[in-house]
């Protein structure tokens, strides 16, 4: 007996599909196309120089950032001081800096800073009153010279 050996052709054929070739002139000349699917082809086929290109701008933007903003030099010598830094560790230059912002009058040469640059008792205030004056008083802390600085007067004891 002979055997019947299935053909092999097959019901369906297998059509190759026409291959497309779209170019960006013929995209960008087609008056069918919107603006949006002209941007995505364009994006499409130009995807790796966009990216490249929006990383450079966006590295770009934090350097010129971090280059102005550590070039930048404040004028105010208070600028490393905290509201609670005893009055004692203030500077002559800052002291000199809030009076003539405050009050645009020139501090003699020989003051030494006084009851404004003494901190006895931490960061506490202590008037120069009965028992403690001279050295035992104090304005105690950078916040509380910026608070009293506005009287104006160098010889301010706290009272």
């Known amino acids: 007996m002979s055997k019947i050996h299935p053909s092999h052709q097959s019901k369906y054929i297998s059509v190759q599909p026409p291959i497309l070739q779209l170019s960006l002139e013929s995209i960008y000349d087609s008056p069918h196309h919107t603006f949006y699917t002209k941007f995505c082809f364009f994006y499409d086929k130009y995807k790796r120089i ?3 290109c929006t990383i450079l701008l966006i590295v770009s933007i934090i350097i010129i950032i971090v280059i102005f903003t550590n070039n930048k030099k404040s004028d105010n010598p208070c600028s490393n001081y905290f509201p609670e830094d005893y009055s004692s560790s ?25 009851w404004w640059l003494r901190s006895p008792n931490g960061g506490r205030m202590v008037p120069c009153t009965g028992l403690t004056i001279g050295s035992k ?5 950078y916040k509380l010279i910026s608070t009293y600085i506005y009287t104006c007067n160098l010889y301010f004891e706290g009272n």
């Open 50 to 52: 966009f990216n490249l």
């Open 90 to 114: 203030v500077s002559r230059e800052c002291f000199n800096y809030l009076w003539l912002r405050s009050c645009k009058v020139n501090i003699p040469t020989n003051f030494d800073g006084g």
């Open 137 to 141: 008083c104090g304005s105690g802390s």
